[in-house]
Structures are given as structure tokens and as C-alpha cells.
């Protein structure tokens, strides 16, 4: 075997397509005596692979990208995966590719065409083609992903510092027209220090829809440990009880910052005020559900027909 066969053998972890072999002289009379001596194993009627026994996740990752063709690239929650986004992996491939071409199908690997830009949103890193993170969260969001998780995944690539808000909306008008864009600049602005404010404007067209009086904004309060806190929204009950409603701006609380919201919880409840929270998601995209939950612990409103 030559040596750049050796070396590409090497960096596709035994994985290889026909195509391939062909170009390093290796017809297919060849790879059948290699098949028949158990030497190699046909993956697909594309892909041989040179080591035998269970593939490794990144021989699958290979057989998958190789099986499409040459136009093709890892795409969405699978791309995300290589990209180092955590918390989001899915065991099945996702493959993009850039043609309308008949793929014979491959257990745990879904394809699919698309006309988006393929040398445009291509990564240019080394190892197996993939497509760049914002694209492939942002595709992966607006088409594949339910709601909330395609708000949480978007927040999630912040998180962990894996892209910018910036960047985020540049790929937004790169990809333009793009299902669901709208509700996720509002996220997006909700990670670079909107959330406060875009609460505010959400709990007040929460209390106009169901009629549930305004609550204070930015009360102070000396918690247990002698410290000034601003909560978030007050209502003062008929029997003399304080609701207090607290809103999480981020859809995925590092651990540190959850401890502390809820430390800050316990200290500013008293026998006389109940301290609950919400996320900023809740509170704009599942709006009834919050305000159903409000009404039943004593906010003066009106819970409308058939709600939960």
C-alpha cells in the first residue's frame, strides 16, 4: 500500500470510499478479493472500511460524510458536536449535501440536500468536512429543533463560548430568509443584557392578556445576610402575603450562577412572601402557562377557558 494511501487511511480513522481507492489505483476486482479474505469490510456500496469489528464513533462520523460524496460536510447538531458544543449530542449523523442526488440509506445517518451556500458555510479546520458552528445551530434551530430547545441550543453556543452574539447575527443575514429569525434575535439580545428589560415588556403584556394587575418592579429587599437585593416583580396580596417573581434570563444556568440564584432565593423569602421563578423563554413563548400559575398563587386576573 503507498504511503498517501497510508496517510489518508490514517486521518479518515480506516474509513474509505470506492472513489478513493480508485484514484490511488485500487479497482474494485481489488477490493473484493480484500472484502472476500475479511481483510476489509463493505461498509455501504460507497464506503469500504479497512479494519474490521464495531465502528468507533469517529469511523461512523467518516462512513457517513464519505457515503454522500465529495459535496457534503457534517451539518447541525452533529457539526455542533465537533465544533465542542456539550449537553446537545444526538447518537445519529446529520449530513448536508449539496446536491439532489439518490443516497442509498445508511442506519443512524440522515441526509439532506440543501441549496444554502456549500463553500460559504464549510469549515475550513482540518480532519472531517463539517459545516461551521453558527450555521449549522442556526439551520439546526429554525428547521429541526422544537422551540425550546431551539432557543436553549442558540444560548447554549454563548454559553460555552464557542461563538459571540455578533457572529450569530451575521450568519442570521447570511442565511436569510431563515425560519423562526425573529424570536431569536430577541434571544440573542437576551444574552448580551437585554433579558431584564425584555422581561419587563414581557410581564407587562402578560398582565394585559389576562387581566392581572402590574406588579412593582425592582423593589429593594435586605436579605437574611444584611444584603440589598432588587427583585424582579411584586405583587401584594389580599391576605397581606408578598408574591415575588424572579425571571432567568439564560436557558442554561451555569452551575455556579444557579447556586447563587438560588441562595438569593432562600434569603428573600420571609414567613410573608413567597419567592418563585421563571425563565425569560417561559414568560415569552409559554406565556398562559405562567400566568395561570400566578393567578392560582393569589395575582388578581382572569384565567381564561380550557387553560391548564
Keep these: 500500500m503507498e504511503a498517501a494511501l497510508r496517510r489518508l487511511l490514517e486521518v479518515q480513522h480506516g474509513m474509505v470510499a470506492r472513489r478513493q481507492l480508485n484514484a490511488h489505483g485500487i479497482d474494485r476486482h481489488s477490493v473484493r478479493n480484500q472484502v472476500a479474505a475479511r481483510r476489509w469490510v463493505e461498509r455501504t456500496p460507497r464506503v469500504i472500511g479497512t479494519t474490521t469489528g464495531p465502528l468507533s464513533r469517529e469511523q ?5 460524510v464519505l457515503h454522500a460524496g465529495p459535496r457534503s460536510m457534517l451539518g447541525r447538531p452533529t457539526a455542533a458536536e465537533q465544533h465542542g458544543l456539550t449537553g446537545w449530542e444526538r447518537d445519529d449523523v446529520t449530513v448536508l449535501v ?3 442526488l439518490s443516497l442509498e440509506p445508511v442506519d443512524g445517518v440522515h441526509f ?13 479546520r482540518p480532519g472531517i468536512p463539517r459545516c461551521q458552528l453558527e450555521p449549522a445551530v442556526l439551520l439546526w434551530a429554525a428547521y429541526d429543533a422544537q422551540v425550546r430547545p431551539a432557543h436553549g441550543v442558540i444560548a447554549a453556543t454563548v454559553q460555552q ?3 459571540t452574539p455578533a457572529r450569530l447575527v451575521e450568519w442570521m443575514e447570511m442565511l436569510h430568509p431563515l ?6 434575535r430577541r434571544t440573542i439580545g ?5 433579558a431584564q428589560s425584555g422581561a419587563e415588556l414581557d410581564v407587562r403584556r402578560m398582565c394585559r392578556r389576562f387581566s392581572m394587575h402590574l406588579p412593582d418592579r425592582q423593589r429593594i429587599r435586605t436579605d437574611r445576610a444584611g444584603k440589598r437585593r432588587w427583585t424582579d416583580c411584586e405583587w401584594d396580596l389580599p391576605d397581606r402575603w408578598t408574591l415575588v417573581l424572579e425571571v432567568d434570563g439564560s436557558f442554561h444556568i451555569e452551575v455556579r450562577q444557579q447556586g447563587d440564584d438560588f441562595k438569593r432565593a432562600r434569603r428573600i423569602t420571609t414567613r410573608n412572601s413567597i419567592v418563585v421563578r421563571c425563565s425569560a423563554y417561559e414568560l415569552r413563548h409559554e406565556t398562559e402557562e405562567v400566568a395561570v400559575d400566578l393567578i392560582a398563587l393569589g395575582v388578581p386576573g382572569r384565567v381564561p377557558k380550557g387553560a391548564a
Excluded at 439532506?112 to 475550513?124: E, G, H, K, V, Y
Excluded at 425560519?179 to 431569536?184: G, L, M, N, V
Excluded at 437576551?190 to 437585554?194: A, F, L, T
Design 60 to 64: 461512523q462520523l467518516w462512513l457517513a
Design 98 to 100: 449539496d446536491d439532489e
Design 112 to 124: 439532506f440536500p440543501s441549496r444554502r451556500p456549500f463553500d460559504l458555510m464549510i469549515s475550513n
Design 161 to 163: 463560548r464557542l461563538t
Design 179 to 184: 425560519r423562526r429569525a425573529r424570536s431569536f
Design 190 to 194: 437576551d444574552i448580551v443584557g437585554g
